[in-house]
C-alpha cells in the first residue's frame, strides 16, 4: 500500500509541475512565447500584431483580450504573485501612474522611449498613441444639424434625457471615461458633472458606449477618434463633433509587467510599439494618432494644434481612488 501511495504522490507532484510551467497557453520557458493582456480592440490591435511578428518571426503572441482598463489593471494586480501575462497595452498613462506605486509595472528603459511625447522618469510605462474623444450624434436619431451638441457644456441640457440620454462609460472600468470625466472636471469642475450625470446612460465599457450611438441606442454619446472616423467612412450614421470647449484626450501607454515569464519579449514588443515602424503602421491601418514626436497625424484627423485640448487635473493622476469614489457618490445620486 505504501510503495502505490508514493507512486500516486510522485505523479501528483509530475502533474503539478506541468501545470505550474504553462502560462497564459505557452510555456513559461518557451523563449519564443510573448502574453499580452490588451483593452484594446482587435481593430488596434491586429494590424500591429502581425506587423510585429513579420518584423519578429521568432516571438508568437497570444493576446489575452480584456474589456475595459479597469479591468486590465485588476487582473495584473490580482495575479502579482504568479504574473502569467507579460504585456499590459491599452488605457492611458494616468491609468498606469494610479496603480504604478503596487509593484506590478518592471522598469524598462528602452531606445525608443525618448521619440515619445511623454516619457516615466522611472520607465515603467511607455506611450503608445495619442487618442482624442469627439462626440458622435447618430443622425438616425438626432436629424437636424442645428440640434448637434457643439461644446461639452451643451451635454448637460435637461432635452438629452428627453432625447433618450447621453452614452457615458463608466470611468471605473473604462480609460476613455476617465478620460472625458477628467476633461470635464478641468473645464467646469465636479458641479458641472452633477448637472451632466442626469442625462447620462453609463455603460461598463467604452465599447458598450461606441457601439450604442452607432446602433442608434443613445443619441449621443463619447468615442474615440479613429473609431468614430472607420465607422463614418463604412456608412454608419454617424456624425463627429469635437467640442469646441474642450477636448477629452489620453497618451496611450503599455507596460512590462514585473516578473514577466517572457521578460525580454516583452520589452521587444513594447519597443517595436513606440518605434516608427510599429507607430506607422498604427497611424497608417490603425488610424491613430502616433505618439511620436516626429510623426504627422493620419489624414482624415483634426489638427491637434485647432482644438482645446484637457489637460487632468492632477488628482486625476495622484488620487484615483478618491476620484472614482467621488465619481460614484454623483452618479449614485442622479
Not at 467612412?233 to 454617424?238: D, H, I, S, V
Amino acid at each position: 500500500m505504501r510503495s502505490v501511495c508514493v507512486c500516486l504522490l510522485a505523479v501528483t507532484a509530475l502533474a503539478l509541475t506541468a501545470c505550474s510551467s504553462v502560462v497564459g497557453g505557452q510555456k513559461s520557458g518557451d523563449s519564443k512565447g510573448l502574453v499580452v493582456y490588451t483593452s484594446s480592440g482587435p481593430e488596434v490591435t491586429a494590424p500591429i500584431v502581425k506587423a510585429f511578428e513579420k518584423a519578429h518571426p521568432d516571438i508568437k503572441v497570444t493576446l489575452t483580450a480584456i474589456s475595459g482598463t479597469g479591468p486590465l489593471m485588476s487582473r495584473i494586480q490580482g495575479e502579482k504573485a504568479n504574473p502569467l501575462g507579460d504585456v499590459a497595452w491599452g488605457g492611458s498613462i494616468e491609468n498606469y501612474k494610479a496603480v504604478a506605486g503596487k509593484g506590478i509595472w518592471a522598469p524598462a528603459e528602452l531606445g525608443q522611449d525618448k521619440h515619445m511625447v511623454a516619457t516615466d522618469p522611472k520607465h515603467q510605462w511607455h506611450a503608445t498613441d495619442l487618442l482624442y474623444q469627439a462626440i458622435a450624434v447618430n443622425t438616425d436619431r438626432v436629424k437636424n444639424p442645428a440640434d448637434y451638441p457643439k461644446t461639452i457644456k451643451d451635454l448637460a441640457d435637461p432635452k438629452w434625457k428627453k432625447e433618450g440620454g447621453i452614452g457615458f462609460a463608466n470611468p471605473r472600468s473604462s480609460g476613455t471615461g476617465y478620460s472625458v470625466l477628467a476633461a470635464m472636471v478641468s473645464k467646469y469642475g465636479w458641479d458641472y458633472v452633477d448637472r451632466f450625470l442626469p442625462n447620462a446612460k453609463v455603460t461598463d465599457s467604452s465599447d458598450a458606449m461606441f457601439k450604442g450611438v452607432r446602433n442608434g441606442e443613445f443619441p449621443v454619446a463619447f468615442i474615440n477618434e479613429d473609431l468614430g472616423i472607420a465607422w463614418v467612412k463604412a456608412k454608419a450614421p454617424l456624425k463627429l463633433v469635437y467640442p469646441t470647449d474642450v477636448v477629452s484626450n489620453q497618451i496611450g501607454a503599455a507596460a512590462v509587467i514585473k516578473d514577466a515569464p517572457h521578460a525580454a519579449n516583452a520589452k521587444t514588443f513594447v519597443d517595436y510599439l513606440m518605434s516608427a515602424k510599429g507607430q506607422q503602421v498604427m497611424s497608417d491601418a490603425v488610424g491613430r494618432r502616433s505618439a511620436r514626436t516626429d510623426l504627422p497625424a493620419p489624414s482624415g484627423l483634426a489638427e491637434g494644434k485647432s482644438l482645446h485640448l484637457a489637460k487632468s487635473p492632477e488628482e486625476f493622476v495622484s488620487e484615483q481612488p478618491k476620484v472614482l469614489d467621488t465619481f460614484d457618490a454623483a452618479s449614485g445620486a442622479k
